[in-house]
């Protein structure tokens, strides 16, 4: 059920496909928007879905299979870059005003050259939701009782548990690089539900999230060679209102098999090897293109 389109300004130029997709994610924002909390709206979703089901053979579930990677091909191209970029119709999200004095200390460091990222820069995991972002290739292994979601940069893998369990007790919840997820299927779409989120920089000068961070997201085929991903964020920190994105991943060509995920680690190049200087810049160590055999 979308909206309609009373009291929306549509520019003359726009085609019935970028309106469908303003109508459709002004909708999904404001689903978001009446929930409280991020577990409140998975539970509406749950509630919502004909048959929320702990698939019991792979035959009920999509063929994911192949190797994906993150795409702005194929969507309106609103949204498919900074998570908290405007939206179509140029809605911008609630910012906290601590989320306010990030961006604006962003802004400077950017002028500045001051880029160093506490993440990427020494080649550890991005972090979720960063992790949807990402580029290079991904692989996404579904069974009835988990879905992995996997990407090969230093072996990033979410585990999406869809076999009826519930979140870990309190006495055994901390901080992840990835949270703690679980799911159901609502015939061909995943719904998840992430917590246990670390307090990490969502990108270069960007917002920082906290540990209050929280997610939903549904993944569903737009086609055979598309997948979509609808998300959520929930972090009273930096929202005052939870935020809305989506996320496209298109299905790489690889006719002959000879494509593989690999496992790779920058570090290993070490010409990828940099630091943070003093003023807080980012500067390679020193470059070298010989090895021994060649002096």
């Given amino acids: ?35 409280e909390t991020a577990w409140d709206l998975y539970l509406t979703l749950q509630e919502a879905a004909d048959e929320p089901l702990a698939p019991t053979s792979i035959e009920q579930l999509p063929d994911w299979s192949g ?24 809605i911008t999200p609630k910012f ?13 460091r950017n002028a500045e050259a001051l880029t160093y990222d506490e993440n990427i820069s020494q080649c550890g995991p991005p972090g979720f939701p960063r ?3 990402i580029p290079f290739l991904r692989e996404f292994i579904v069974r009835p009782e ?11 893998v979410r585990r999406i ?13 901390y901080p992840l690089y990835y949270g703690d997820s679980v799911g ?26 906290s540990e209050q961070m929280e997610t939903v997201e549904i993944w569903e085929n737009v086609d055979e060679s598309t997948i979509r991903a609808h998300a959520w964020f929930y972090d009273s920190s930096i929202l005052e209102e939870s935020w809305y994105v989506q996320r496209y991943y298109a299905r790489v060509p690889n006719d002959d098999k000879s494509l593989r995920m690999r496992y790779w680690h920058c570090g290993e190049n070490e010409n990828n090897n940099v630091f943070q ?12 293109f010989s090895n021994e055999d060649d002096r």
């Fill in 161 to 173: 548990y869809t076999d009826g369990r519930s979140h870990s007790s309190a006495m055994e919840r």
């Fill in 131 to 133: 992790w949807l972002a």
């Fill in 184 to 209: 159901f299927w609502d015939e061909q779409k995943l719904v998840i539900h992430t917590t246990q989120l670390m307090a990490r920089a969502m990108g270069r000068n960007t917002l920082r999230q």
């Fill in 146 to 156: 988990q879905t992995w979601l996997s990407s090969e940069t230093v072996n990033n």
């Fill in 96 to 108: 906290s005003p601590a989320a306010v004095e990030m961006l604006e200390e962003g802004v400077t």
């Fill in 277 to 288: 200087t003093d003023e807080g810049s980012t500067q390679y160590s020193d470059f070298t």
């Fill in 1 to 35: 059920m979308f909206v309609g389109l009373v009291g929306m300004i549509v520019a003359p130029t726009m085609s019935q496909e970028d309106i469908q997709f303003e109508v459709e994610w002004q909708h999904m924002l404001a689903l978001g928007q009446e929930h």
């Fill in 67 to 90: 190797l994906w990677t993150h795409t702005r091909d194929g969507a309106i191209a609103a949204q498919t870059g900074s998570f908290f970029g405007p939206g179509p119709g140029g």
